[in-house]
């Protein structure tokens, strides 16, 4: 089994990168393969609205200059999917926002590329902000149908400068846990699609309120 993580920090080994490590060491010693990709060092657009991908249908955002097909396709293939971010003005960092509303718009108009994988959030924080932004991450998982572990607190990991949230001693174990709680999801969902039947995908309703 795999993971991939996204770094939407536009520091490449700040907070973001602590915190998502902490949480890849422990899926790695259970025996899942990770790797994280850096989103927030990079230059993406946001969504144009076009609506192209609910017209090509080919996995694929029609704004092609920058990595985002990539990364919907990295996604495609693993087992699981963490979102890491920096708290930017009480939200996830515009990168990460722009990577993630084409991506997963692009997943929901091809029939729910992640649907059932498993997926979590974290986020970095100097000070206010954290659970609103781990709220928005949640949020694009949770949307698509995913399944989301949990750890004994909300994931989020505090300090300002590059490293320091490896001071944050409840961030650190918020982290551990929740990389352990992500792998026993990850196996027990394997394992019972031997036993199991997962529900069937439903036709999506959907309504505007007005018609
Ligand atoms: C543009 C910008 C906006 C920020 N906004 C907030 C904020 O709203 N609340 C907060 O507590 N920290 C804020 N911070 C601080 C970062 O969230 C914090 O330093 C974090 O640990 C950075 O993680 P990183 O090293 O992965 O980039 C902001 C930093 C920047 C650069």
Redesign the pocket.
Known sequence: MNVVAF?????QE??????LKMVLEELEKEGIKTEIINV?NKKVNGCVACLKCHKSRDQRCQQSKDQVNDWIQQMVKADGIIL????????A?ATMTAFLDRAFYVAGANGGLFRHKVGTAVV???????TVTLDQLHRYLLYAEMFLPSSNYWNI??????G??LQDAEGCQTMSVLGRNMAFLMKSIQQGKDTLTAPQQVRKVFTNFIH
């Open positions: 770094n939407g920090s536009p520091h700040g907070n973001t990168y602590h915190a927030g890491g971010s920096p708290v930017h003005f009480a939200s960092s970095a924080v100097r000070r206010a902000g954290a990991t505090h300090g300002a400068m590059p320091e949230v």
